[in-house]
Nanobody
């Protein structure tokens, strides 16, 4: 079992920066993927950024060059640094981890944190 707690959401002006944090607890040694998803009103949840156990990162095209995901293993924490924010980045951001379990990948989710970018 893995528990994820996000923090850092809030209201930001367009062009500004903000950082989200996700603290993992439980069987964290088994996590091989962590990512940030977001869901805007009326839209499907989408993957924004991810980082593998080896440190490989991937980003949604629309955030490349603006967002950065990083992982502090000693604290079991993942960060999402968001720069040059745009109103279209407004969404609830969810932390996600994927844990292998008997041949399957089990998804764990945080409770979500709201990020609102004002124009």
């Amino acid at each position: 079992q893995v528990q994820l707690v996000e923090s850092g959401g809030g209201l930001v002006q367009a062009g500004g920066s903000h950082r989200l944090s996700c603290a993992a607890s439980g069987t964290t040694f088994s996590i091989n993927f962590m990512g940030w998803y977001r869901q805007a009103p009326g839209k499907q949840r989408e993957l924004v950024a991810s980082i593998s156990g080896s440190g490989t990162t991937n980003y949604k095209d629309s955030v490349k060059g603006r967002f950065g995901i990083s992982r502090e293993k000693a604290k079991n924490t993942v960060y999402l640094q968001m720069n040059s924010l745009k109103p279209e980045d407004t969404a609830v951001y969810y932390c996600n981890s994927k844990v292998p379990d008997r041949g399957l990948l089990i998804d764990y989710w945080g409770q979500g944190t709201q990020v609102t970018v004002s124009s």
